[in-house]
Structures are given as structure tokens and as C-alpha cells.
């Protein structure tokens, strides 16, 4: 069979549009598709057509493969990169500045199914991203993006499949912990402190995993938590699933990211897109970019 594809427009006003596409792969996959026409957009109200959009989100559902987005150009400019999600947690939102990228944390997976994973699935390990988005599986869990993050946490604990704990999601630095046995979950790994704003901010933990209690009329149970917004921390792992037990018990989505520029005040120009956060630290220009945008020196 080829691809089913399908593309919507569910706004498309003077100022916002919200666009949704879906694909249901047979493996070959789209290549180089054009999924918006920017001026084929409706114009303003004094009849002026589009010629400029800013990407503000991208909310996205994956299973079996990764999508990069494009900005159309004489040499195409990588937008993004959309991971797998995990069991409804979601990859956090990337953040770019050009070709600057910064991943949103991987979501984290599903609890794991007594006294195995989920029947033909494999939704118990997180999902990739700036750092991993734990999970439940035995073996295995998101991974960190060199440079930006570090791996999520699995569970370690075989002897009692009905309460796994799920692991920890990755940090920026240092990976998730396991989760290790009946309730206890494995802590997020530890983000990294920096100064770039003028004072220091750690950022980019990740969020920890959680567990749920089987029998234990939900006095042990305890929620995974996400990673950070625009922090770039991976997801918390799910805790585990009984079958007679009310919870699947999904991961934690994924932290978005965040690009930050420290630009000497006298050699700033001033020229963004993306709507950033500027502030001034000292003799310095800070450009926060919590989404995707441009600066022009």
C-alpha cells in the first residue's frame, strides 16, 4: 500500500494558522513534501498577501520513525527534528536559532505490562530527545543527544513484574536513574548550572519516575513528573501496570528547549524573529529563544 496522507487547515486568519497533517507510513515515507505554501495563505484584511510566518509550536504523535521539518530555501534549513513519542508523552518542543537546535526532552515511557510489555508494542521505553525520556522496560530507555543530554533510566527490577518502577528521565548533567524495585522509582538526572543570563540557572533536569502500587489501594502509587519547560529535561519513566489495576499509567511528557544568546550590547543589531525574551546582563545583550526564531548580526 503507499502512504495515507492526509492535511488539514483548522485556522487559517489574519494572524494565526493552525495546520494538521497525518501520515500512516507503509515505510517508504514522504521525502522533500511542501506542507505549507506560505502564499497560499490568506492575506491580512487590507488584502495584503502573506509573505513571513513564525513557527510557534508543533504538537506532534509518532510511532515507528523520526520527521524532520524544512524551511524551504536555495538550500533547505533543518527547522526540527520530531522523535517517536512514547504512549501519548510527548517529546518537548524544540527551540532553534538558524541552524542552532535545541531538543526538547524525550517523553517518557509507558509502565510496564504484567509480566510483560505491552502485546506487540514496545511503548515501555521513552523516547529520544535533547535528554531520554525514561521508562519501564528491562533494558532499555530514551536517549540524550550528544552535546545537550544525557540518556533516561529503565527499571532494573524483574522480581516483581506487576509494581516495576520506571526510571528516572535524562538529565543534562547526568542520565536518569534506574528504577530499581517495588516502589522505587528512579530520580531524574541532574541538570547543569549556567550563567549566560548573568546569574546562575540550572537547567535542563529531568523529571522522575513513578510507580504504581498493585494491591495497595494506592497508598504507595506515585506520578511520574516531566522535564522542565524550556529546560530540555527528559520525561519521567511510567510506573507499572497490572491488568486489574485501574492506571496504564502513560510517562511524562518531555521539557521543550531553549537556545540563549549572550550578544555584547554595542555590537547588537536588534534584528530577531520569534518574539525571544532580550534582557541586558552588564556590558551584554541576552536573546532567549523559547521556540524557533532568527537573529541577524
Do not use: W
Not at 7 to 29: A, H, L, P, W, Y
Not at 50 to 69: D, F, P, T, Y
Not at 163 to 177: I, L, T
Not at 199 to 212: A, C, D, I, L, N
Amino acid at each position: 500500500m503507499a502512504d495515507a496522507v492526509t492535511s488539514q487547515t483548522i485556522i487559517d486568519g489574519e494572524r494565526n494558522c493552525v495546520m494538521k497533517f497525518t501520515n500512516v507510513s507503509d515505510g517508504t515515507g514522504e521525502s522533500a513534501v511542501a506542507k505549507v505554501d506560505v502564499s497560499e495563505l490568506a492575506p491580512n484584511a487590507e488584502g495584503v498577501a502573506c509573505s513571513e510566518v513564525r513557527v510557534l509550536r508543533v504538537s506532534h504523535a509518532i510511532v515507528g520513525m523520526s520527521v524532520q521539518l524544512f524551511l524551504n530555501a536555495t538550500s533547505n534549513v533543518l527547522l526540527m527534528e520530531l522523535a517517536e513519542s512514547s504512549n501519548g508523552a510527548n517529546k518537548g518542543n524544540d527551540s532553534s536559532v538558524g541552524n542552532i537546535i535545541a531538543e526538547g526532552g524525550g517523553g517518557g515511557g509507558a509502565g510496564g505490562y504484567a509480566p510483560n510489555g505491552f502485546p506487540g508494542q514496545n511503548l515501555e521505553v521513552g523516547g529520544d530527545g535533547g535528554s531520554g525520556g525514561g521508562g519501564c522496560n528491562p533494558s532499555n530507555a530514551g536517549d540524550g543527544k550528544a552535546g545537550q543530554g544525557n540518556d533516561g533510566g529503565y527499571t532494573t527490577d524483574g522480581a516483581h513484574p506487576s509494581n516495576k518502577s520506571g526510571g528516572g528521565g535524562g538529565g543534562a548533567g547526568q542520565a536518569g536513574e534506574n528504577g530499581t524495585g517495588t516502589n522505587d522509582a528512579g530520580n531524574g538526572g541532574n541538570g547543569t548550572s549556567s550563567s549566560i543570563t548573568g546569574s546562575s540557572v540550572t537547567r535542563g533536569g529531568g523529571g522522575g519516575g513513578g510507580h504504581y502500587e498493585y494491591g495497595g489501594n494506592g497508598s504507595g502509587n506515585l506520578d511520574p513528573t516531566a522535564g522542565g519547560t524550556n529546560q530540555g529535561g527528559g520525561g519521567g519513566g511510567g510506573g507499572a501496570y497490572y491488568p486489574s489495576a485501574p492506571p496504564n499509567n502513560p510517562g511524562a511528557n518531555g521539557g521543550s528547549g531553549v537556545v540563549i544568546l549572550s550578544i555584547n550590547t554595542g555590537l547588537y543589531s536588534g534584528t530577531t524573529t520569534g518574539s525571544p525574551t532580550v534582557t541586558t546582563s552588564g556590558n551584554n545583550t541576552i536573546v532567549a529563544f523559547n521556540s524557533s526564531g532568527t537573529y541577524t548580526a
